[in-house]
């Protein structure tokens, strides 16, 4: 069947899908899990089955999988669920009355300052936290962490051709009152600041807020250092942290959180936040460590 690119819509499902069963299957020179099949058929399914049509007869009709039947069907129903929702001030803590998770916060806040933006959709705003594809596990708490903090607005993801990362996407009309700092132009060219509420919350978890940080444009490496001898060259190893960043206010913050943690720190370059002693690697390993 003939197969052509959508514009990708705000709610994400019609042009991308990815089921665990698919993904990884080719289909000519694209993988199955970035097939995008044309709106007639994706409509045509819809209709289908809003006329009771059963899923696999439905898939066998539009000649598509029935996976894809059946995440357009309940993609749809999570989508008019979460635009409801999204009407609903009190679905927001900073506009409305609904309770933050402040630990899940303060990591999703680092994860934001390093590897996020926010783009504006034409009914809501959109976060998008870029995830490298080589830390699995990190993926999933990016995941698990805009649910916990965001519970109202459904989660999913993108992955580009040709690039080794996945975007982490979440619809709301409310990240702009979660994330302040979002702004026009790159963080490193605009002033960030917290507000005092966000202060109040990474003060209360700097090691929250230092995961986030390191999570995203940090890292935990061995460095190898040779000590020439008179038998011979010996090897040392030892781990340490690199956090990289152009923002100065983001090095100030990144510096305030190790502070707060006891976690001795230099730049080592302009841009380089090190955390190199044995004991301040010892003390940041107890809320970050390798990646995953
Ligand atoms: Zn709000």
């Known amino acids: 069947m003939s197969q052509k690119h959508l514009p990708e819509k705000a709610c994400g499902f019609e042009s991308r899908f990815r089921h665990p069963s698919l993904v990884g299957k080719t289909v000519g020179t694209m993988r199955e899990d970035e097939v ?22 439905n898939a066998a009709i539009c000649a598509v999988s029935i996976w894809a039947v059946r995440h357009w069907r309940r993609g749809d129903r999570r989508s008019e669920k ?20 402040r630990a899940a916060y303060a990591y999703l806040l680092g994860l934001y300052l390093g590897d996020g933006h926010i783009t504006r959709s034409p009914r809501a705003h959109v976060l998008w936290l870029a995830c490298a594809d080589a830390w699995p596990g990190l993926l999933n708490l990016a995941k698990q962490t805009v649910s916990l903090v965001m519970p109202t607005s459904s989660v999913f993801c993108v992955s580009p051709r040709g690039v080794a990362c996945t975007y982490v996407k979440s619809v709301s009309k409310h990240w702009p009152c979660l994330f302040p700092q979002h702004g026009p132009g790159r963080k490193h060219e605009r002033t960030i600041e917290l507000e005092p509420w966000q202060e109040e919350i990474v003060t209360a978890h700097p090691g929250d807020f230092a995961r ?4 995203s444009d940090g890292c935990r490496l061995i460095n190898r250092v040779r000590r020439p001898l008179k038998e011979g060259d010996r090897w040392y190893e030892y781990p340490r942290y690199l956090f990289v960043n152009k923002s100065a206010d983001i090095h100030r913050l990144c510096g305030e959180a190790l502070d707060r943690l006891g976690v001795a720190w230099r730049f080592s370059k302009p841009t380089t936040i090190s955390v190199a002693r044995r004991e301040a690697v010892a003390r940041l390993d107890e809320f970050v460590g390798p990646k995953y």
Do not use: K, M, Q
């Not at 995008?36 to 007869?57: M, N």
């Not at 635009?83 to 309770?99: I, K």
């Not at 986030?212 to 999570?215: E, I, Q, V, W």
């Open 212 to 215: 986030g940080l390191f999570h």
């Open 82 to 101: 979460a635009c409801a929702s999204r009407r609903s001030p009190a679905n927001c803590p900073r506009c409305g009355g609904r309770a933050l998770d």
């Open 36 to 57: 995008v099949y044309p709106r007639e058929t994706v409509e045509l399914a819809r209709h289908l089955s809003d006329l009771g049509i059963l899923d696999r007869e």
